[in-house]
C-alpha cells in the first residue's frame, strides 16, 4: 500500500457541506409517549355502571316516594286552604254586594266592584244614570180598575212596587197607594 494520502476534498460552492445531526437542545425534545396502559374492556366497565345505576334506581324511587307521600298530604292541606280562602273572599264579596244593592236599591249583578267603596260608587253611578232617563211608567189605572174610590189615590200593587226605584216607592207610600197591601196582609 502506498503512503501517499488522499487529500480531503475541499468544500466549495457547489458542493454542500456535510451536516452532522444534533440532538435538539433539550427543551424542544418531544415529550416521552407515556407508558402504554392495558387495553380497557369497555363492556366490563359498562356492566359494572348499568349494575350500580340499578342499584341507585331502585334508592331513588323509594326516597322520590317517600317525598311524594309526606309532599301530598301538606301539598293537599295547602290546596284545600287556598280553596277555603278563595270561596269565603268571594262570599264576602257577594254579601257585601248584595248588601249595597239593597242600600242603593239598584240590581247587584250591575255593580261592579270589590271594596264597598268601589261598590257605593258603581251604585251611585247607576242612579245617577237612572236618574237621567225617563222613569219607568206607573201603570195609570183608571178610577174603580182595583176597587178605588174616586178623590183617593190609586192603590198599587206588588207587581207596580217591582217597578218602581226606591224614591218612587217612598213617595208612594207616602201617599198612600199601598194602604191595601198593607190591610190585606195583616
Do not use: Y
Not at 331502585?58 to 280562602?85: P, Y
Not at 245617577?128 to 189615590?153: I, L, S
Amino acid at each position: 500500500m502506498s503512503d501517499t494520502q488522499i487529500p480531503a476534498p475541499q468544500p466549495t460552492d457547489q458542493t454542500p457541506a456535510p451536516t452532522v445531526e444534533q440532538p435538539p437542545p433539550a427543551q424542544e425534545q418531544a415529550p416521552a409517549t407515556p407508558p402504554v396502559k392495558p387495553e380497557t374492556d369497555w363492556k366490563a366497565e359498562a356492566r359494572k355502571w348499568e349494575t350500580r345505576a340499578k342499584e341507585n334506581n331502585a334508592a331513588a324511587k323509594r326516597l322520590a316516594e317517600i317525598e311524594e307521600a309526606s309532599k301530598s298530604e301538606a301539598q293537599k292541606q295547602a290546596e284545600a286552604f287556598a280553596n277555603l280562602q278563595a270561596e269565603n273572599a268571594r262570599l264576602q264579596a257577594e254579601a257585601l254586594r248584595s248588601q249595597v244593592a239593597a242600600t242603593k236599591g239598584v240590581p247587584a249583578d250591575l255593580l261592579a266592584g270589590t271594596t264597598e267603596e268601589e261598590l257605593n260608587a258603581a251604585a251611585d253611578r247607576l242612579l245617577e244614570f237612572r236618574g237621567k232617563t225617563a222613569p219607568t211608567p206607573t201603570p195609570d189605572f183608571g178610577a174603580g180598575d182595583r176597587g178605588d174610590a174616586p178623590g183617593k189615590p190609586k192603590q198599587l200593587s206588588r207587581a207596580d212596587m217591582a217597578r218602581m226605584t226606591p224614591d218612587q216607592i217612598v213617595a208612594a207610600d207616602d201617599a198612600g197607594q199601598f194602604d191595601d197591601l198593607k190591610a190585606g196582609s195583616h
